[in-house]
């Protein structure tokens, strides 16, 4: 998180006209793109709830499913104070690309609350995660929408999750939910999935130009979950990070920062990095944390929120390579300033589908009563990310598309063939 969301109408109206130029190219029939792009249900929630100090307080909450057509909803619940309808719809259709060009059987959700988690105790957020679930009950389910982690919610939120619905069924249902602690049906590996989906796409795109990621300078814009392993699993590949930035600035080392001791002193609780004495601080509080994109570097991968990269960071990128590893991180402007760069950037629903990847062998595993060991799901997740690279480099390529629009054009085409498999009710 280092810079409010754009207005969140350009998110949505930025993927939408993506999807649009995919259906011209497509040359789908008429009318066929516009059923796509609009979203199959859109709930809007009141979620009252009491605080610690007995006052009541009432947040708004989404729960978008946005294509079901391939199969059930699926993706996470954000917890952001930039939570929005039209954010929610527009990151509910990046899912429904995204497990079209996964080929995973599923479809596209999204769901929010709008609120700062920050400010609320453990207790006030089970509360208000809790009546968000029972108010969205009857649209849940391992067949219907399954839900997971995102920017503001963890593990533990899913277990709530999985809880509440499970009480409402009346025994547990594991499979409504993935991202939940080991303990409850959670996967080996779902933890560090996104991270290590985000550094699997950088060495794919390193190999696909003839290079490898040995000694490559990165920088990381968050430290959260996906910039964290994308950090510690890029470092294991040989690559220097040599700068990382959260809410509370950035900090730098040409040599490299030392990821593990990063780790270790953001787990005993410094908030920020700039407050762990690792590295050089070279710029401090959220509006110059993009500040790490003019350091000198090879590939860019920003891991915060959407909009994070406009057309003022990306005149400072100095990286051949951008890796999205959040969701939308790059305006409609940063990206064509980058492209007429020739900068290569591997979109989101290619670069961060290393986690639903995961969520959906989690569910498998749920199914089928089963636990995998780490490395089988670890390994699975990488042969995923490797076929869906192989088909989106050789669509490129041989359509002479950049990776996004290739991406969009292979998700959109997933969706409208199952579309007209499935014919037209009634
Ligand atoms: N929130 C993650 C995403 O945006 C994961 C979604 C999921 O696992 O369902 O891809």
Redesign the pocket.
């Known amino acids: 998180m280092t810079r409010p969301e754009p207005p969140a109408d350009q998110s949505l109206a930025s993927i939408e006209s993506r999807m649009r130029d995919a259906g011209e190219w497509l040359q789908l029939e008429d009318g066929v793109i516009e059923n796509l792009i609009a979203p199959r249900r859109v709930l809007e929630v009141s979620i009252p709830v009491r605080l610690d100090d007995g006052t009541r307080v009432r947040f708004t909450g989404w729960r978008v499913l946005h294509n079901i057509t391939r199969g059930p909803g699926?993706?996470?619940i954000r917890y952001h104070p930039s939570v929005s309808r039209d954010e929610t719809v527009s990151l509910a259709a990046a899912?429904s690309l995204?497990t079209a060009l996964m080929n995973l059987p599923l479809g596209g959700a999204k769901g929010g609350v709008a609120l700062d988690p920050k400010l609320l105790s453990m207790r006030e957020l089970e509360r208000v995660t809790r009546r968000y679930v029972s108010e969205i009950f009857g649209f849940l389910g391992p067949d219907k929408d399954v839900p997971?982690?995102?920017v503001g919610t963890n593990a533990q939120v899913m277990a709530w999750v999985m809880d509440q619905y499970s009480i409402g069924i009346g025994h547990a249902v594991p499979g409504v939910v993935?991202?939940k602690p080991l303990a409850l049906g959670g996967s080996l590996g779902r933890d560090s999935a996104?991270g290590r989906g985000v550094v699997e796409a950088a060495l794919l795109v390193c190999q696909a130009n003839g290079t490898s990621l040995e000694g490559k300078r990165i920088v990381i814009q968050g430290f959260g979950n996906v910039g964290m392993w994308a950090a510690r699993l890029a470092a294991g590949w040989g690559a220097r990070i040599v700068g990382i930035s959260d809410v509370g600035g950035v900090i730098a080392s040409e040599k490299g920062i030392d990821i593990d001791a990063l780790v270790h002193a953001t787990q005993r609780g410094v908030g920020s990095v700039v407050d762990a004495g690792i590295g050089e601080v070279i710029a401090r509080g959220i509006e110059r944390s993009t500040d790490v994109f003019g350091l000198p570097s090879d590939i860019a991968m920003p891991c915060a929120l959407g909009g994070a990269v406009d057309v003022r960071e990306a005149g400072l990128m100095t990286a051949k390579y951008v890796i999205e590893g959040a969701?939308g991180p790059l305006t409609p402007g940063a990206d064509a300033v980058l492209n007429e760069r020739g900068v290569i950037i591997v979109p989101d629903i290619f670069a961060?589908?290393g986690?639903?990847t995961c969520?959906y062998l989690e569910q498998c595993q749920n199914f089928a009563h089963l636990q995998w060991d780490e490395d089988e799901v670890n390994a699975s997740v990488v042969a995923t990310m490797r076929a869906a690279f192989k088909r989106l480099h050789e669509f490129s390529t041989e359509n002479h598309l950049t990776y996004r629009a290739a991406a969009s054009v292979l998700g959109v085409k997933a969706l409208a063939d199952a579309h007209h498999l499935r014919g037209l009710h009634p």
Do not use: L
């Open positions: 699926k993706g996470g899912m995204k997971a982690p995102d993935t991202g996104t969701n961060n589908a986690g639903v969520s």
